[in-house]
Each structure stands twice: as C-alpha cells, then as structure tokens.
C-alpha cells in the first residue's frame, strides 16, 4: 500500500493553482472541470511526476473552513513539505513574497519552518537529517 493522493482545502484553485506551481514549483498534473466553477485540479512534485499528488481541494464544505480557521488560530500546520535546505527554501520563497509564520527552527535533527499558502493553509517544511 502506497500514498497516491492527499488534498489541502483552498479558497480559490486558480489562486492555489499559481502559488503551488509558480512560487512552489510543483507542476500541474491533472485539470479536469467539474461542472460550475470547481475542477479536479491536481499537482505533483517535477523531481517525483508519477508520486504522490497533491489535490487543490475547493474548501466548499462549511466543516472544511471550521477545520482549517481552527489550526491557522492554533499554528498548526495542514501538511508538510520535505526540502533538501529548510533554509535556503525560506530563503527563496521570503524572496518571492511568501509569509512565514516560523523562521526555520531546528528541532533536533529535523529543521522546520511554516509558512502562509495564500489559500488558508499553513504548510510546514522540514529538511530530515541525512
């Protein structure tokens, strides 16, 4: 058994969209109407394109804003990233704009750091020891 999909919840897939390929750098894998305004909108890591993807969910659902209003207030990240260099990713996404609600903290051997996805989400990164 195997991780195929997971999803974040987002406000707007079009703003969620730009911000996880071209600030992020995942690539859009699938993009597929639903009827109306949603789509199953799907994003995948380049170095891993047949991995895990990533759903950009519309947080249509009220128990979906609920939940993700409750663990922004709290801090608490809805998914975590792995990067090479927690460091030098803040670096770069700070350079891009993005807000980060934890500069990267080491935690013994693990370094983390959280940041705004734009989309109502915190997302957390961390560099695993090697």
């Not at 990067?83 to 996404?93: F, S």
């Not at 807000?99 to 989309?119: H, I, N």
Request: glycine share 8%; aromatic share 8%; charged share 25%.
């Amino acid at each position: 058994m195997k991780i195929h999909l997971t999803s974040v919840f987002v406000d707007d897939q079009a703003k969620a969209l730009h911000f996880y390929t071209e600030i992020l750098g995942f690539v859009k894998k699938h993009d597929v109407p639903l009827g109306g305004e949603h789509r199953w909108l799907t994003v995948v890591s380049p170095a891993e394109p047949g991995g895990t993807e990533l759903l950009l969910e519309p947080a249509a659902h009220p128990a979906a804003k609920t939940y993700r209003d409750a663990l922004v207030e709290d801090g608490i990240p809805l998914a975590q990233f792995a990067v090479d260099d927690v460091t030098a990713e803040y670096e770069r996404l700070r350079g891009l704009g993005v807000r980060f609600t934890q500069e990267p903290l080491e935690m013994g051997p693990v370094t983390t750091a959280v940041f705004d996805d734009t989309c109502g989400n915190l997302i957390q990164l961390a560099t695993e020891p090697k």
